[in-house]
């Protein structure tokens, strides 16, 4: 019966179809030459870079996400409530900063292991200062 149907069901057009566009019937770049002119090159070249730069500055940003953000403050402060540094937290101070989790007090640990004050690893400066001794000596005595 559909088939039946189907058949006496016709689309109607109304008089006529939809006209062609000239826009449509018209050659693209028509009057223009299609050769290349040089400058497609490097367009592309930059096009390709700048993809890449912004895609890795994408990728690498980091997270500032409201969730990240109270994950990672909630985190040092359970931390620092199981370490015995905090007593009672405060409404409205942040405690994941560099300064109350002890980052700048590690930093300055490894610096004094990393670089010994005392040594002196200028070895070359201290020679020529030495040659300039001598010769200003040598200058005082033919004086």
Same mark, same amino acid.
């Given at each position: 019966?559909?088939?039946?149907?189907?058949?006496?069901?016709?689309?109607?057009?109304?008089?006529?179809?939809?006209?062609?566009?000239?826009?449509?019937? &018209?050659?693209?770049?028509?009057?223009?030459?299609?050769?290349?002119? @040089?400058?497609?090159?490097?367009?592309?070249?930059?096009?390709?870079?700048?993809?890449?730069?912004?895609?890795?500055?994408?990728?690498?940003?980091?997270?500032?996400?409201?969730?990240?953000?109270?994950? =990672?403050? &909630?985190?040092?402060?359970?931390? $620092?409530? &199981?370490? @015995?540094?905090?007593?009672?937290?405060?409404?409205?101070?942040?405690? =994941?900063?560099?300064?109350?989790? @002890?980052?700048?007090?590690?930093?300055?640990?490894?610096? $004094?292991? &990393?670089? =010994?004050?005392?040594?002196?690893?200028?070895?070359?400066?201290?020679?020529?200062?030495?040659?300039?001794?001598?010769?200003?000596?040598?200058?005082?005595?033919?004086?």
């Amino acid at each position: 019966r559909s088939a039946r149907l189907s058949s006496k069901i016709t689309r109607r057009n109304f008089g006529a179809g939809q006209p062609e566009s000239q826009s449509q019937q &018209a050659r693209l770049f028509e009057g223009h030459s299609t050769a290349p002119e @040089g400058w497609e090159g490097p367009i592309y070249a930059t096009y390709a870079a700048a993809t890449v730069v912004i895609t890795l500055a994408l990728g690498f940003s980091p997270d500032t996400s409201i969730n990240t953000w109270a994950s =990672n403050e &909630a985190r040092v402060r359970l931390q $620092m409530k &199981a370490d @015995g540094t905090l007593e009672k937290e405060e409404f409205g101070v942040h405690y =994941n900063t560099p300064e109350k989790i @002890g980052f700048f007090a590690e930093w300055d640990k490894f610096q $004094m292991k &990393a670089a =010994n004050p005392e040594e002196d690893d200028d070895d070359d400066d201290d020679d020529e200062e030495e040659e300039e001794e001598e010769e200003e000596d040598e200058e005082q005595e033919e004086d």
